[in-house]
């Protein structure tokens, strides 16, 4: 089982082509007051494209000290395909924001903290995610 499936994930829709909408961040049990938001479009070629957005973060080494990053990963197919999609740095306000494409247009996004930005797997250590669910162009 994939970590962090046990979060409560919120759910949007786009309408196909270029059109954009939010989404908004559900926060892990050990973030209560993370929050985030995701801004998806879709490029010429039929790619996702998120704008992430996340405020409130705590710094990983304060929920376990070997935690260094944040990672935000997709996960697609019932959690049989899983990619690390990048790391997610903090500014000095505990604010993090990333840009991501994606060729998948339907699949869990999952925000965790890391040990390495070259992570294989998520660790239990969810801190916010949300489902991704495009309409065909």
Same mark, same amino acid.
């Given at each position: 089982?994939?970590?962090?499936?046990?979060?409560?994930?919120? @759910?949007? *829709?786009?309408?196909?082509?270029?059109?954009? =909408?939010? &989404? !908004? %961040?559900?926060?892990?049990?050990?973030?209560?007051?993370?929050?985030?938001? @995701?801004? *998806?479009?879709?490029?010429?070629?039929?790619? =996702?494209? &998120? !704008? %992430?957005?996340?405020?409130?973060?705590?710094?990983?080494?304060?929920?376990?000290?070997? *935690?260094?990053?944040?990672?935000?990963?997709?996960?697609?197919?019932?959690?049989?395909?899983?990619?690390?999609?990048?790391?997610?740095?903090?500014?000095?306000?505990?604010?993090?924001?990333?840009?991501?494409?994606?060729?998948?247009?339907?699949?869990?996004?999952?925000?965790?903290?890391?040990?390495?930005?070259?992570?294989?797997?998520?660790?239990?250590?969810?801190?916010?995610?949300?489902?991704?669910?495009?309409?065909?162009?």
């Amino acid at each position: 089982e994939i970590a962090g499936s046990q979060y409560t994930a919120g @759910v949007t *829709l786009a309408l196909g082509g270029g059109c954009g =909408t939010s &989404l !908004a %961040l559900q926060p892990g049990s050990k973030t209560p007051a993370a929050a985030g938001n @995701v801004k *998806l479009s879709r490029d010429s070629q039929g790619n =996702t494209q &998120l !704008a %992430l957005s996340a405020n409130y973060l705590p710094e990983p080494f304060e929920l376990n000290r070997a *935690l260094t990053t944040f990672v935000i990963w997709s996960i697609a197919d019932d959690g049989t395909r899983v990619r690390n999609m990048g790391q997610m740095q903090l500014d000095s306000h505990r604010h993090g924001a990333v840009n991501l494409v994606t060729p998948l247009t339907s699949f869990k996004l999952l925000v965790t903290a890391e040990e390495s930005a070259t992570a294989e797997r998520p660790s239990d250590y969810a801190i916010l995610s949300g489902v991704v669910r495009m309409n065909p162009s």
